[in-house]
């Protein structure tokens, strides 16, 4: 069972960016899957997450209306998509899975990617 996470870079702000997270022995589809981000000395946060089908999505306040979740399942795989970044969105990006919902919790994710490093600067 593995997530893999790729999708980073460098960008300007007010830049774009798709992050992906393809999943490896499981079905991504089976699981509720998020995104968390975490800046140097800060705490981890949790920025997106789509339940499992899809029907929900979450979105911390500081994204809202700039990234967007969402599931390709014959890929087995969710994207984020960043659009109008911000050098406050700079961090590395994890993607996470869990069995049963969304959580804020990082502990109630059952599976962790590797992260991505994501950087917006000019």
């Known amino acids: 069972v593995q997530l893999q996470a790729s999708g980073g870079g460098l960008v300007q702000p007010g830049g774009s960016l798709r992050l992906s997270c393809a999943g490896s022995g499981f079905t991504l589809d089976d699981y509720a899957i998020g995104w968390f981000r975490q800046a140097p000395g800060k705490a981890r946060e949790r920025v997106s997450c789509?339940?499992?089908?899809?029907?929900?999505?979450y979105y911390v306040g500081s994204v809202k209306g700039r990234f967007a979740i969402s599931r390709d399942n014959a890929k087995n795989t969710v994207f984020l998509q960043m659009n109008s970044l911000k050098p406050e969105d700079t961090a590395v990006y994890y993607c996470v899975a869990a069995k049963n919902y969304c959580s804020g919790w990082p502990s109630d994710y059952d599976y962790w990617g590797q992260g991505t490093q994501v950087t917006v600067s000019s």
């Open positions: 789509i339940s499992r089908g899809g029907a929900g999505t």
